[in-house]
């Protein structure tokens, strides 16, 4: 299969080129042809399976066929749920669009609205935008989306998870009802189908992966150590195994600046990422990780949205999510677009739990080993009975009793209200 197959003009086929794809990803053999025949998609597709390029060649096609000779209104609005991935995008837009005459711009918060503004006044055709940067703008009367012809929902399962439907409808509100609807996500939740059934006019489903599937191509292990002797454990990892690259997950702003210090005590070079540190110090960090001057890359789990490393060797859940489709988003920044990865996660005896969800999700059992001189003092689970069995060297779930039913059960109920507290946070994120 080739990308030429798929339908594309000469202008992308050498954008394509360019950037090196010899053949299009399945998501994108699935995608484009179905974009291009101007049909609504809902795509199950997470990041590192090329769902960009997916929707990007596709849409510039459609709006290179369909330009106004005077006006540039914006004509494709690209809606992501963080900075990042909005920067990301925005870069695959310019990149694929580079041998085509478009006008492309990205707008999100944490920096001045001055220049976006002076940008969009000139004329674009595709605007990338976070939701709430777009609405402050559009309230100020610095845009219009009445012309927008293609709307691209880009992780429309994150922007829900971080309380953006209510600005989702009202930019919808904002459009015209006439248009075509891309929305791509990594998992297919009941909300996320609600959704898509709210947005979509007769969607094709295409799908790019199973379910929830993690990449294949990642190997995924569980390393049994105490809460206390995880820092040690991960420096010793870094260190002997002389790795370069390593993106490390914790579950808070607090817990990842931490870890960074303790890192950089450490001689181990690291920054991190997270919504309290501004633009600038978030792309800094980024672009030194990116060029190799800094080897860790400390982040939380919205912080990391979007982020696009290629080639990244090694992900580390210093602490695991809470939900468990944040560790199929976390592992997926590895073994991207075909390379292999490796992700590791270091659980105390209180994340136990968090492994059988996680396990369940994947319908796979994952690889649990105990480091020498690292194994784990507690093994009694909070709320079990003490049970001084040998450590095994892999982990087999147990059959859940009634009493590890009720604990997913209020998780799931604090899933929920995590959810409503993301929503005041949302922008910092
Ligand atoms: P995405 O899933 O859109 O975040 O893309 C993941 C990575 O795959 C990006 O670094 C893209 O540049 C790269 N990529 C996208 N399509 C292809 C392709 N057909 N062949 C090789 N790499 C690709």
């Known amino acids: 299969m080739s990308f030429k197959s798929l339908g594309l003009n000469n202008a992308l086929l050498k954008a394509v080129e360019k950037q090196g794809y010899d053949t299009p990803s399945p998501i994108q053999v699935k995608a484009i042809p179905l974009i291009l025949e101007g049909k609504d998609v809902l795509a199950s597709a997470q990041t590192g399976t090329g769902k960009t390029a997916g929707f990007t060649l596709p849409m510039l096609q459609i709006l290179d066929g369909t330009r106004h000779p005077k006006f540039r209104p914006i004509r494709a609005l690209v809606l992501t749920p963080t900075r990042e991935l909005a920067a990301q995008v925005h870069d695959n837009v310019r990149e694929y669009g580079a041998f085509l005459n478009m006008k492309s711009t990205v707008v999100f918060g944490g920096v001045k609205a001055k220049a976006q503004i002076a940008t969009i006044k000139q004329g674009v055709d595709v605007l990338v935008a976070t939701p709430g940067r777009l609405l402050d703008l559009e309230n100020q009367g610095a845009l219009s989306l009445r012309r927008v012809e293609i709307l691209v929902l880009d992780e429309a399962d994150r922007m829900l998870d971080m309380g953006f439907l209510r600005d989702i409808k009202k ?213 079990k009975s003490n049970s001084k069995k040998p450590q095994r060297k892999n982990h087999t779930p147990k059959k859940r009793n009634p009493g590890e039913n009720k604990a997913s059960r209020s998780r799931n109920d604090s899933r929920s209200s995590r959810r409503k507290d993301n929503r005041s946070s949302r922008r910092s994120n």
């Open 171 to 383: 930019i919808m509100s904002m459009m015209p009802s006439k248009r075509q609807n891309l929305l791509f996500s990594a998992t297919f939740s009941r909300e996320i189908k609600q959704l898509a059934a709210g947005i979509l006019k007769n969607p094709v489903l295409v799908e790019a992966e199973p379910e929830n599937s993690t990449a294949e191509k990642v190997t995924q292990k569980v390393y049994r150590v105490d809460k206390g002797k995880k820092t040690e454990l991960v420096t010793k990892l870094i260190s002997e195994g002389n790795w370069r690259q390593v993106l490390m997950f914790t579950r808070t702003k607090h817990g990842a600046n931490k870890l960074t210090k303790k890192l950089i005590d450490s001689k181990i070079s690291a920054a991190a990422i997270h919504g309290n540190k501004s633009q600038g110090a978030r792309t800094k960090a980024l672009a030194g990780f990116k060029n190799n001057d800094i080897r860790v890359l400390v982040a939380t789990d919205i912080a990391a949205r979007g982020l696009d490393i290629p080639l990244l060797p090694h992900v580390i859940n210093f602490e695991l999510p809470n939900i468990p489709e944040d560790y199929v988003h976390r592992i997926g920044r590895t073994g991207r677009a075909g390379a292999k990865g490796e992700a590791i996660s270091l659980v105390c005896i209180e994340e136990m739990e968090y492994v059988r969800e996680i396990e369940k999700l994947l319908k796979q059992k994952l690889e649990t080993e105990v480091i020498e001189g690292f194994e784990p003092k507690n093994n009694d689970e909070p709320g």
